[in-house]
């Protein structure tokens, strides 16, 4: 199942919502995130990066920044590992930092 973020668009923040696909390794620990209460949000930046975040009780749990394109998935499963290890929720693989 993709991953399901909210997006803010300029110029005044309105809301929709993107799904980006990924393994099912990364999808399924971003399925765990959000059970624990993590909500996943990005946005395109006018220094063309996109920021992605996983907001958590009223903070950012985990941050990532990159160039808008061929990085962004790469990005987005460093993000899920980020916060998964933040909340404690095991990740079998790949870079976690």
Same mark, same amino acid.
């Given at each position: 199942?993709?991953?399901?973020?909210?997006?803010?668009?300029?110029?005044?923040?309105?809301?929709?919502?993107?799904?980006?696909?990924?393994? !099912? =390794?990364?999808? @399924?620990?971003? *399925?765990?995130? $959000?059970?624990?209460?993590?909500?996943?949000?990005?946005?395109?930046? +006018? &220094?063309?990066?996109?920021?992605?975040?996983?907001?958590?009780?009223?903070?950012?749990?985990?941050?990532?920044?990159?160039?808008?394109? !061929? =990085?962004?998935? @790469?990005?987005? *499963?460093?993000? $899920?590992?980020?916060?998964?290890?933040?909340?404690?929720?095991?990740? +079998? &693989?790949?870079?976690?930092?």
């Amino acid at each position: 199942m993709p991953i399901e973020f909210t997006q803010y668009l300029r110029p005044d923040g309105r809301r929709t919502m993107v799904d980006i696909d990924r393994s !099912p =390794e990364i999808e @399924a620990l971003a *399925d765990k995130i $959000v059970a624990a209460g993590g909500r996943f949000e990005c946005e395109h930046l +006018t &220094t063309d990066h996109a920021s992605f975040t996983v907001a958590y009780l009223g903070d950012d749990l985990a941050i990532e920044v990159c160039k808008n394109g !061929p =990085e962004v998935p @790469a990005a987005v *499963d460093r993000l $899920v590992r980020k916060a998964a290890k933040k909340l404690n929720i095991p990740v +079998t &693989t790949g870079e976690t930092e």
